[in-house]
């Protein structure tokens, strides 16, 4: 059972346009996101897509793998495209603004997709360590059951009390996770979800994963201790800069 793994990179970016080649330390993001990946261990093939010409130079030169994709609406879309000329059962998505992300991770992912055949789609979160995170909309909350599958994401702080205080309304529900956008598919889920039009609470979160979720996909989430930063904004690479070399 092969696993293909696709970096979706493109160099417009509503917080930070561009992102993709900022220098960390003499090499580009994205460049600095393919080394992490290349420690991959149940990674058959490693690929960055871009419809962006300067990124793809500069993976190329860097001596990994890039693909070229048309133009698209969002990262699973990119995705898509790339997974249909590679012969793999299962894709995950790396996203391109995680240089600091553990490879480790990636590998107890694509090990609970071989494990479960029953598993559409798989994701990671951590518990919150701050509530700072719990109220800010950028930060995605997920909400599981019993049995590990996704309930829920929303950009609200959800379940309505930040985790470590007590509240009588929650009745000893789990407190939301904090997501982490990194997503396995199996091949048949992956097209099916792109065949898919957008629904109604994929549009009011502005989260796309809500479209299986509305669509009866499940969604096995792994929680993990915790992530590293991403980079969102140019106060994320600062602060990725000075964790690179500590």
Sequence with gaps: MKT???????????????KALADIHGQPLVVRVMERASRIKNADHIVV????QRIFDAVSKSGFNCEMTAEHPTGTDRIGEVAARHEAEIILNLQGDEPLLDPQIADDLIRVMLEDSAIDMATCAHPFVEEGQWLDPNTVKVLIDQMKNALYFSRAAIPGSFPGKKSKDLGGMNA??????????R???LEKFLQLAPTPLEKAEGLEQLRALENGMRIHVLEIDQAPIGVDTPADLQQVRKMWRS
Excluded at 176 to 185: K, S
């Design 4 to 18: 293909l793994v696709v970096i979706p990179s493109r160099y417009g970016s509503t917080r930070f346009p561009g």
């Design 187 to 189: 091949r048949k889920a």
């Design 176 to 185: 939301a996770l904090r997501h982490v956008g990194l997503y396995a598919f």
């Design 49 to 52: 897509a871009t419809d962006d």
